[in-house]
């Protein structure tokens, strides 16, 4: 696509995903290659295939929202072509050590596919707590609201609490070996892969190159 997007295609056990504002969306197979799985969604039809003429893979995103918005529902949408890439060193793995206790969850996460956003969760006496920042320009962090209560999940280990206005668990996926953010939509669960961080970053300790990259599948948000 164009140089400064990065859209993943990843395979878990067998299922095929790609990045949507920082979370891994299903896909399925499809004649063309691989189509949006998640339903019922406004980007239901956008595609990731392979053009053997052109011998090139590309991308079709349908976005009824935006296309709504713009009046243009009746213009199809084009395929705009995509260059495989190795995943870059910058993009940060989201492997992490199994949890054994709720403490084991303290600590500073960077959305891996969505790197602008992050949460750092600590103790305050007997409460868990975290406080969620935006980088508003590289490596300049700023905290957004007040500190977030948050709440134990019933069953396993986690939380709640980290996107009031959704249902969003902080939890450690067994399989995948990483913390992540399910945020439960009217469409599903899409999961957010979350990296733990062993200390936040500095300007002067990256270059934030992430800075100038869009990440995922543009979409009407």
């Known amino acids: 696509m164009d140089g400064d997007t990065l859209i993943g295609v990843l395979k878990h056990g067998g299922a ?8 891994e969306i299903p896909f399925k197979r499809c004649p063309e290659g691989l189509t949006w799985a998640l339903e019922p969604s406004s980007m ?23 296309m709504g918005m713009r009046g243009d ?69 700023t905290r957004e609201g007040e500190p977030l209560d948050l709440a134990p999940l019933a069953g396993r280990l986690g939380f709640s609490g980290l996107v009031p206005e959704r249902k969003a668990h902080l939890t450690y996926n067994q399989a995948l070996k990483r913390f992540e953010l399910a945020i439960k939509t009217k ?7 979350l990296a733990k961080l062993e200390s936040p970053a500095s300007p002067e300790d990256e270059e934030y190159t992430h800075a100038k990259v869009r990440i995922g599948i543009p979409c009407w948000h």
Request: proline content about 11%; some cysteine.
């Open 187 to 193: 469409s599903g669960v899409p999961r957010m892969p």
């Open 16 to 23: 095929y995903y790609s990045v949507c504002r920082g979370s």
């Open 73 to 141: 529902g009746h213009v199809p949408p084009v395929n705009r072509p995509l260059t495989p890439i190795d995943a870059p060193d910058w993009l940060r793995d989201p492997a992490a050590p199994v949890p054994r206790t709720l403490d084991d969850f303290l600590g500073t996460y960077e959305a891996v596919y969505f790197p602008y956003v992050r949460w750092s969760v600590y103790k305050d006496d007997d409460r868990y707590v975290a406080e969620y920042e935006e980088m508003r320009e590289p490596g300049e962090w």
């Open 44 to 66: 239901t039809g956008t595609t990731i295939g392979f053009d053997e003429e052109a011998d090139t893979y590309y991308i079709k995103v349908v976005d009824a929202q935006v």
